[in-house]
């Protein structure tokens, strides 16, 4: 019997086995409403972020030109603010949108954290899930997996019918490639469309931009086919170990607990416990340590004004031909901003340290892998955030050097009393940010990249080995 | 219960291979879980510790500057003691069994410093600096374990009794020899789920006395009771849950599959599906329209200092307006901070209501699914439930108004405190719910969950001791 037509009976057999399993097919079809549901729901919730979100910068930009007229410093401490844009992905996988800031107070001084945790108004859950289409296929689509192949190959040993099948002469391979591609079509005609319909409907068509949306949505619908393949792989490889469905099932479920459930947590737990983040007093005294080094040094205020004097030939600040206040305040930025550079840097290194020590557990947990890689593919992970907020300071350094510089070259005597007016606050342009792409970022991810495609090797490795061990003990049985 | 079948469960589960195995994975897993709430409890405390002693120390640096002016006699700079610069710090302390749950600590502030410079949006600071990754996939704590995990350990112990007997043909070789199957099989039930509950008791009990750290250990003690209490109660739901399974269901692939589906509903589809609803039907208002609020309110504030003064001083005719004492500066932030109050108060309000409606959603949800009963409940009694934090962030903002309409007058009016208001100034203070009210605010959801746990025990006892026919 060739090949090809081995392959086609099996194949044709198992996709048989597959749709006569009531069970399965009735949670396929519950896991297609769910998963379009959540969708919808994320687009909604989307837009009414958007809404907000545009709403608040129209604000901003009216009560910035409407403060009136005052010294461009105070107008410093008033600033504006930077709202973080919601990336036309979140509402498939809303990564950690809902636990990082909405906004940067871009005020003179300060490089402050981004504040308003949307996560810190919901209610208070187990935080084991939320109604998202990501979370569903990542956690509960495999569930739905396992309960669909447990019994593959741990029911035919059971059955007895797999010492037949292997009395036939039929290669191992050859089973595993047909179980494998019954399965793909199976269950990849209930989670493929699932993932696409849920990206589709998911994303606005006004929303934050990023500029490569399709490799984006290419390559997470990729990534979630290859986690799938590798769940299928996972539970054809556990089904061949045991010779009971029961068993199979327990230790699939038990497999299914460890990855989705108990590997995150603990992970993240051992990741605190590794690098702990500082805690509010601390943050609160370094950033004013970081944010004050002219004012409390006296010594370099005076060697400052020397020099500057110096310089133009003067010998007193009132001679110089600009405002020294204004000068001394753009000082004051620039020794900052270096030690706020190092503040943050280390609070970031630290964060990333800790989400190394996810990417370890995630060797335990495709889960863990893929849902790296898709909030990556969203543009909700921290990685995105950052970017978010080093924009926003990046703004908050150029609004700070045009008022600075106008009190410099406009002030003359009047110093502190000198005012703006609205002339001036035109010019300050408002925030605006963009996701950045994919490539230049793709390295971040390479290690959870390479966790799935590891897995895809090892699965099936893991199955054509378990299938033959079956084989060679029902045939001695 | 049979003797026999006592000795039989504890030689060849509890004694044995996979029995020692779940009870030793099931204490590593909670003296983790112990440790992790007792390190974080520490971390907090600590921090409090020195929030506190950095604001105490300016404090009474500030009052030794305000007693020399008033005891010296001469006119001080106005910017010495000035009135705005009072600052108070607003501690929330980890509850009793704090190393039981972190909860909402996570995500939630513990300390405010109340200054006349603060208003209410900007009062609570600098505390959202965690890695939104950590954040979204939750901590490890007992109250997890409790929840999440431990029903999975009793469905992997229980859900083959008696499948498994049935499947090799010796339940009906019991059958014949054992007057009665229904005790054989419900003293194995109860023997394997005890020896979980007794471990998750005993450890935490342990742990309880060893992790005071300086809490009278009687209230820790009183607490942990109640703690224990709604534990045990929803380990009784599992168990007549997985019992009831046991019961009617002959296979144990369906036993399982069947436990594992109630699971996966009761623990991550309900509080999912409940939160997506409460989101849905009462969305909280826009933090960002709350920001907008208080930037308008900041910036009509700072353009109408003077009309600002003159309504205030309206209000307090007893006042005169000198720019003697304090600096000018100081008045128009303080009036600033007054309208960000009064123009915010709707929306604070709005938020408030928000919460209650989105409570409500949850308190039904709690009919729904066992798991955020016993949730609320154990995080409550633990001290990490939402519902204190936001109480402590309420105590905060209350305690603010309280220092500005203290400070307001001397502000406005360009004038000093006097030692003494200060000193008579209530300090302060953040009472706790008594565990009664605690308990209380959950009695029926704990009442039905317990009626719900007898129903489901009384139905299995009742279909086990159904003819022989249907058992074997």
Redo the contacts between chains.
Sequence with gaps: MSGALVLKALLWKELQVLLRNRTAVALGLALIVVVLAAAALGRQRSERIAIEREGAERTDQQVWLGQGERNPHAAGHFSRYAFKSFPFLSGFDPGVADFAGLAVWMEAHVQSPAVFRRAEDNGDGLRMGSVTPAWILQVIAPLFIFVALHATVAGEREDGTLRQLSATGVRGISVICGKLAASGIALGSVLVPAVLAAVLIAAPQEAGAVPDPWLRTTVLVAAYTAYFIVIALVAIGISSLFRQRRSALLALVAFWVVGTVLAPRLGADVAVRLFPEPTAEAFRKGLAEAGDPNWNDPEFLKQEKARVLARYGVDRVEALPFNYAGLQLQRSEERASPRFQAFYGGLNRRQDRQERVLRLVSLASPALALSHLSAGLSATDRLHHRTFVDAAEAHRRRIMKQLNTDIRDNAGAAGYDYIADASLWRTVESFRHASPAFTPLARHYLPSVAVLLSYLAAGFCFALWAFSRAVDRSARA | MSTAAVKLETKTFLLALPGLLVLLVLTALIG?GLF?GD?ARR??T??LT??ES?IHSEFKQWRDDLEKTETSGAVASPYVARAMNIRLPATLRPGVLADFAI??GD?????ADISPWNNPVNLF????????????????DLT?IV???VP?LMI?VS??IP?QDR?RGTLRLVAAQSPGLTGFIWTRLVVRNLAIWLLVIGVAACAVLANAHGTPWPDRLVRFLAWAAVALLYGAFWFGLIALAVAFLK???IV??AL?ALW?AL???V??????V???AY??P????Y??EM??A??EA??EVDRLTRGFLLDHPELTASEEATPKFDRSAYLANQEVDRRTGPIQAA?AR??AD??R??ALAQYLSP??TA??AL?ALAGA???RYMRFQDRARQSLRELSAFVGPAVVSGQRVSVADVDAFDAWSFPETPLTRVLSGRAFPLLYLLVAAVALIAFARRRLRASLELLL
């Design positions: 983790y992790t390190e971390a907090v600590a921090d020195n929030f950095t909860g909402a995500m939630h502030p513990t300390t600071s600098h505390y959202q600096v965690q890695n939104p990754t950590l954040l979204a996939i939750g901590r490890f997890f929840v999440a995990l999975l992997a859900f083959d499948g499947a296979r144990s692939e399982a599959a594992i996966s623990v991550l589809a509080p999912a599906l409940t939160d997506a409460g989101d849905a969305p909280p826009s933090r960002l329209a920001l907008s930037r308008e900041q910036s700072n353009r938020f928000s919460r989105r409570r959603v949850m798991a955020v949730w609320e995080n439930d939402l519902e």
